[in-house]
């Protein structure tokens, strides 16, 4: 039995629906499945409903935008309540800042002679967490960029004309955040980062889980942080990082982890505080 833990569907910047990832899950003959959209829980309970119909065990869960040390992390949250109220707050708040972000790449983009509208990117988004990729989709489709790679490559990566700093909050915060919803959280694709001290510090900083296998980490790298999951006693997990099919094929199937780590991050789940 095999799970991906590390998913997104149209609800942020994925392209598929609930139901066609529940699809292509039953597809690849996952077990479970968590959702990760980014900054957003909404698209849980379509999800939920469409493993169901297939017999697949779905986790609710999102990604969180963080900082360490200055460096953006991602942190992936699993089993929160998505129906908390603190939670959904904070969510709304990353959601204005993800909503004035992209004002603000747009009139970047503007000052540059690029003729991008937000409403050219906001009709394309469409959810409640829009981020560089709907702007990537909006210049393509606007005939500004030949594809996606060359809309990041030219406007949207760290540096470029189109690319403004997010307010992040600390990881600390978010993984206090994550727990007190009812939730576990896991370090997101540290490969990306290139400096492995991060997640020496997010064990310091209460992180449940590594995310260990991921699309974009070679075979040295899952191994070198399942070593590292290990000496600090943390959950080796892994995903796809599946958004759609918005570069070519699927990701999802690509990360076929094993069941049992699911069981192992699901035992770390805080038990409920006591009513008083
Ligand atoms: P944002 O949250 O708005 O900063 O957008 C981050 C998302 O953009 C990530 O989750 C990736 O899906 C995507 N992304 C980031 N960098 C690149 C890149 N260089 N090429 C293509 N997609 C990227
Ligand atoms: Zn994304
Ligand atoms: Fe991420
Ligand atoms: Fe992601």
Redesign the pocket.
């Known amino acids: 039995m095999f799970a991906d833990l590390h998913l ?1 569907t149209f609800f942020s ?1 994925g392209t598929f629906s609930p139901e066609e990832l529940a699809a292509h899950a039953h597809e690849q003959d996952l077990a479970a499945i968590a959702l990760t959209d ?1 900054d957003t829980v909404d698209g849980c309970p379509a999800t939920a409903a469409a493993c169901g119909t297939h017999g697949i065990e779905f986790i609710p869960g999102a ?1 969180i ?1 963080a900082e360490m040390g200055g460096q953006e992390v ?1 942190i992936l949250a699993y089993w929160i309540d998505t129906t908390s109220p603190t939670l959904m707050q904070r969510f709304s708040e990353f959601q204005a800042v ?1 909503s004035q ?1 992209i004002h603000g790449m747009v009139k970047q983009l503007n000052e540059r002679g690029v003729a991008l509208t937000a409403e050219a990117v906001f009709a394309i988004a469409n959810c409640k967490a829009p ?3 709907h702007v ?1 989709r909006a210049l393509v489709s606007g005939g500004f960029c030949n594809d ?2 060359d809309a ?2 030219r406007y ?2 760290k540096g470029r004309p189109g690319w403004v700093p ?1 307010a992040m909050m600390p990881a600390a915060d978010a993984i206090a955040l994550i727990h007190a919803s009812g939730g576990v959280a896991v370090l997101a694709h540290p490969g990306l980062y290139r400096m492995d001290r991060l997640v020496g510090e997010a064990a310091a900083a209460g992180i449940d889980g590594i995310e260990c296998w991921h699309t974009k980490h070679n075979p040295e790298a899952s191994r070198r942080y399942q070593k590292m999951a290990a000496e600090l006693n943390r959950v080796a997990t892994g995903g796809s ?1 599946c ?1 759609g099919n918005s ?1 070519g094929q699927p990701l999802i199937g690509r990360i076929r982890l094993p069941y049992e780590q699911v069981n192992r991050l699901r035992e770390r789940r805080p038990t409920p505080s006591p009513a008083t």
């Open positions: 997104h910047d980014h990604e935008t991602h993800r972000r981020g560089r990729p990537a996606f790679d990041f490559e949207l990566k997010k990082d958004h570069k």
